[in-house]
């Protein structure tokens, strides 16, 4: 077998060095939409970091790159020719002949061998930036007001019940209690000397959900209306749990909303947990 010579490279003390950061992309890197979405994030939150595309001269670019390019996305820089794949290290090294004269001998070997390559510089367009400096924005302000809300709640459910179904409530809020999350319960919540009407106001408005034990009872309470009617107006989220009862004893404004039977209640609970997550 005949064996080949390394090409050996001059040993050169350059005049200056200047420090850059890159990312080199080669054709078949984008075969997939997720894969051309990762040189979109690149551009985006990494500007100074240069992008450039490799080619090889006469070949077709993958086809979602073209496709962002057409559709104004991806813009090309520039296009620079005679790239040459390195022949001692990964990635590419220009080398441009005059006068079929090399600099080097060592150039000539790797020109000759070929195959050349262009390398494109890739920019994100200035409409695809807004777009996604304004997908950005919006993102972190539904973030911050996420966030606003979950310092401000100070309950993650609002216990709505008649007091002849304490002990089904009870039941309820212990469950919740024990799942990690904070129910109120005024029979619990509510001290001796507390103003009893500004509780109630203060912690519907502090809890995520209002969940209306539906009883008999509760049905004829005209407190209980008043709470839920609160809460309808807060425009909380409000779970009617049926004890007792079915969807027909439902005022009309609740009848349209999804309702759960009171020995399902651990379910709701671990939605309430997923849904919180």
Same mark, same amino acid.
């Given at each position: 077998?005949?064996?080949?010579?390394?090409?050996?490279?001059?040993?050169?003390?350059?005049?200056?060095?200047?420090?850059?950061?890159?990312?080199?992309?080669?054709?078949?890197?984008?075969?997939?939409?997720?894969?051309?979405?990762?040189?979109?994030?690149?551009?985006?939150?990494?500007?100074?970091?240069?992008?450039?595309?490799?080619?090889?001269?006469?070949?077709?670019?993958?086809?979602?790159?073209?496709?962002?390019?057409?559709?104004?996305?991806?813009?090309?820089?520039?296009?620079?020719?005679?790239?040459?794949?390195?022949?001692?290290?990964?990635?590419?090294?220009?080398?441009?002949?005059?006068?079929?004269?090399?600099?080097?001998?060592?150039?000539?070997?790797?020109?000759?061998?070929?195959?050349?390559?262009?390398?494109?510089?890739?920019?994100?367009?200035?409409?695809?930036?807004?777009?996604?400096?304004?997908?950005?924005?919006?993102?972190?302000?539904? @973030?911050?007001?996420? +966030?606003? /809300?979950?310092?401000?709640?100070?309950?993650?459910?609002?216990? $709505?019940? &008649? #007091?002849?179904? %304490?002990?089904?409530?009870?039941?309820?809020?212990?469950?919740?209690?024990?799942?990690?999350?904070?129910?109120?319960?005024?029979?619990?919540?509510?001290?001796?000397?507390?103003?009893?009407? @500004?509780?109630?106001? +203060?912690? /519907?408005?502090?809890?995520?959900?209002?969940?209306?034990?539906? $009883?008999? &009872? #509760?049905?004829? %309470?005209?407190?209980?209306?008043?709470?839920?009617?609160?809460?309808?107006?807060?425009?909380?989220?409000?779970?009617?749990?049926?004890?007792?009862?079915?969807?027909?004893?439902?005022?009309?404004?609740?009848?349209?909303?999804?309702?759960?039977?009171?020995?399902?209640?651990?379910?709701?609970?671990?939605?309430? #947990?997923?849904?919180?997550?």
């Amino acid at each position: 077998m005949e064996k080949k010579e390394s090409i050996m490279f001059p040993s050169i003390m350059p005049s200056s060095i200047s420090l850059s950061r890159f990312i080199d992309y080669q054709r078949n890197d984008f075969g997939s939409e997720e894969e051309l979405q990762s040189l979109i994030a690149n551009l985006f939150y990494h500007p100074e970091v240069k992008a450039s595309y490799f080619c090889e001269h006469g070949e077709q670019w993958d086809s979602l790159l073209s496709e962002a390019v057409r559709q104004d996305e991806v813009l090309i820089e520039k296009t620079e020719n005679f790239f040459f794949r390195h022949p001692q290290a990964s990635g590419f090294i220009n080398i441009e002949v005059r006068d079929d004269k090399y600099e080097f001998e060592w150039q000539r070997e790797v020109a000759e061998a070929g195959p050349m390559y262009s390398r494109s510089t890739l920019v994100l367009s200035a409409h695809k930036r807004l777009s996604l400096e304004t997908w950005q924005k919006i993102h972190m302000e539904d @973030e911050y007001r996420e +966030m606003k /809300l979950a310092k401000d709640f100070q309950y993650d459910v609002f216990l $709505s019940y &008649s #007091s002849a179904n %304490s002990s089904e409530a009870g039941q309820i809020s212990n469950a919740i209690t024990n799942s990690g999350k904070k129910a109120f319960m005024a029979e619990k919540d509510i001290q001796p000397g507390h103003d009893f009407e @500004e509780v109630i106001r +203060m912690a /519907l408005k502090g809890s995520r959900e209002v969940w209306l034990l539906v $009883s008999p &009872s #509760s049905i004829k %309470s005209e407190w209980v209306t008043t709470e839920w009617g609160a809460a309808w107006a807060l425009e909380k989220k409000i779970v009617p749990i049926l004890f007792r009862s079915d969807v027909s004893s439902l005022p009309d404004r609740l009848k349209r909303l999804h309702c759960v039977d009171f020995h399902c209640y651990n379910d709701l609970i671990n939605s309430l #947990s997923s849904n919180q997550k």
